[in-house]
Protein backbone atom coordinates (compact mmCIF):
# COMPACT_ATOMS: atom_id res chain seq x y z
CA UNK A 1 0.00 0.00 0.00
CA UNK A 2 1.20 3.91 -0.90
CA UNK A 3 -0.13 6.60 0.79
CA UNK A 4 0.33 9.94 -1.24
CA UNK A 5 0.03 13.46 -0.25
CA UNK A 6 0.62 16.60 -1.99
CA UNK A 7 1.50 20.16 -1.43
CA UNK A 8 2.65 23.18 -2.73
CA UNK A 9 -0.51 24.19 -4.17
CA UNK A 10 -2.13 28.17 -4.02
CA UNK A 11 -3.17 31.30 -5.19
CA UNK A 12 -1.08 32.62 -7.72
CA UNK A 13 -0.86 35.52 -10.58
CA UNK A 14 -1.24 34.74 -14.45
CA UNK A 15 2.72 34.17 -15.47
CA UNK A 16 3.75 33.11 -11.68
CA UNK A 17 5.05 30.24 -10.87
CA UNK A 18 4.55 27.58 -8.50
CA UNK A 19 5.81 23.69 -7.30
CA UNK A 20 3.49 21.32 -6.37
CA UNK A 21 5.58 18.23 -3.94
CA UNK A 22 3.88 14.67 -3.65
CA UNK A 23 5.59 12.64 -0.76
CA UNK A 24 5.01 9.05 -0.34
CA UNK A 25 4.88 6.74 2.57
CA UNK A 26 4.24 2.96 3.01
CA UNK A 27 6.36 1.78 0.44
CA UNK A 28 9.04 3.17 -2.22
CA UNK A 29 8.36 5.00 -5.28
CA UNK A 30 11.43 4.13 -6.66
CA UNK A 31 9.76 1.04 -8.77
CA UNK A 32 6.42 2.90 -9.81
CA UNK A 33 5.77 5.35 -12.31
CA UNK A 34 4.28 8.76 -10.92
CA UNK A 35 1.93 10.74 -12.72
CA UNK A 36 0.01 14.36 -12.24
CA UNK A 37 -3.69 14.24 -13.44
CA UNK A 38 -5.73 17.54 -12.46
CA UNK A 39 -9.44 18.45 -12.38
CA UNK A 40 -11.49 21.66 -13.36
CA UNK A 41 -14.77 22.50 -11.69
CA UNK A 42 -17.49 20.64 -13.70
CA UNK A 43 -14.64 18.79 -15.70
CA UNK A 44 -13.34 15.25 -15.95
CA UNK A 45 -9.71 14.40 -14.34
CA UNK A 46 -7.33 15.30 -16.88
CA UNK A 47 -3.84 13.84 -17.42
CA UNK A 48 -0.96 16.35 -17.08
CA UNK A 49 2.14 14.66 -16.75
CA UNK A 50 3.88 11.28 -16.00
CA UNK A 51 7.41 10.02 -15.44
CA UNK A 52 8.48 6.58 -15.69
CA UNK A 53 10.28 4.83 -12.45
CA UNK A 54 14.52 4.57 -13.25
CA UNK A 55 17.06 5.72 -10.60
CA UNK A 56 18.62 7.98 -13.00
CA UNK A 57 15.21 9.96 -13.17
CA UNK A 58 12.98 8.61 -16.21
CA UNK A 59 11.13 8.72 -19.48
CA UNK A 60 8.52 11.94 -19.01
CA UNK A 61 5.33 12.60 -21.25
CA UNK A 62 3.37 15.57 -20.85
CA UNK A 63 -0.32 17.16 -22.08
CA UNK A 64 -0.14 19.16 -24.94
CA UNK A 65 -1.44 21.77 -22.69
CA UNK A 66 1.59 22.11 -20.36
CA UNK A 67 4.46 21.01 -23.08
CA UNK A 68 7.30 23.79 -22.41
CA UNK A 69 5.71 25.09 -19.27
CA UNK A 70 5.56 22.33 -16.65
CA UNK A 71 8.19 20.16 -15.76
CA UNK A 72 7.76 16.83 -14.08
CA UNK A 73 10.53 15.06 -11.85
CA UNK A 74 11.18 12.88 -9.69
CA UNK A 75 13.58 11.73 -6.03
CA UNK A 76 14.03 8.50 -5.64
CA UNK A 77 15.79 9.19 -2.71
CA UNK A 78 13.44 11.01 -0.70
CA UNK A 79 10.06 9.65 -1.96
CA UNK A 80 8.68 12.50 -3.78
CA UNK A 81 8.13 13.65 -6.95
CA UNK A 82 7.65 17.34 -8.45
CA UNK A 83 5.99 19.41 -10.90
CA UNK A 84 7.34 22.48 -11.30
CA UNK A 85 4.60 24.51 -12.97
CA UNK A 86 5.53 27.87 -15.11
CA UNK A 87 4.37 30.57 -16.84
CA UNK A 88 0.50 29.94 -15.38
CA UNK A 89 -2.77 30.41 -16.89
CA UNK A 90 -6.15 31.35 -15.37
CA UNK A 91 -7.29 27.98 -17.31
CA UNK A 92 -4.80 25.77 -15.01
CA UNK A 93 -7.14 26.19 -12.14
CA UNK A 94 -7.87 22.84 -11.00
CA UNK A 95 -7.26 20.27 -8.07
CA UNK A 96 -4.11 18.84 -8.46
CA UNK A 97 -3.23 15.24 -7.88
CA UNK A 98 -0.74 12.85 -8.13
CA UNK A 99 -0.61 9.16 -7.99
CA UNK A 100 1.40 5.94 -8.72
CA UNK A 101 1.07 3.13 -11.08
CA UNK A 102 3.02 -0.19 -12.42
CA UNK A 103 4.17 0.43 -16.36
CA UNK A 104 4.36 3.89 -18.25
CA UNK A 105 1.00 6.03 -19.53
CA UNK A 106 -1.30 9.02 -19.34
CA UNK A 107 -4.25 6.88 -18.53
CA UNK A 108 -5.74 7.40 -14.97
CA UNK A 109 -7.67 4.40 -14.87
CA UNK A 110 -4.39 2.72 -15.00
CA UNK A 111 -3.00 4.46 -12.01
CA UNK A 112 -3.33 2.55 -8.49
CA UNK A 113 -2.79 4.86 -6.09
CA UNK A 114 -4.06 8.74 -5.64
CA UNK A 115 -3.24 11.63 -3.53
CA UNK A 116 -5.93 13.57 -1.42
CA UNK A 117 -5.38 16.69 -4.65
CA UNK A 118 -3.99 20.36 -3.88
CA UNK A 119 -5.57 23.18 -5.02
CA UNK A 120 -3.82 25.18 -7.65
CA UNK A 121 -5.78 28.70 -8.16
CA UNK A 122 -4.41 30.88 -10.96
CA UNK A 123 -6.06 35.13 -11.25
CA UNK A 124 -6.05 36.76 -14.33
Known amino acids: QVQLVESGGGLVQAGGSLRLSCTAS????????MGWFRQAPGNERLFVAAISWSWSGGSTDYADSVKGRFTISRDNAKNTVYLQMNSLKPDDTAVYYC???????????????WGQGTQVTVSS
Open 99 to 113: AARYGFGSRGYEYRY
Open 26 to 33: GRALSTYA
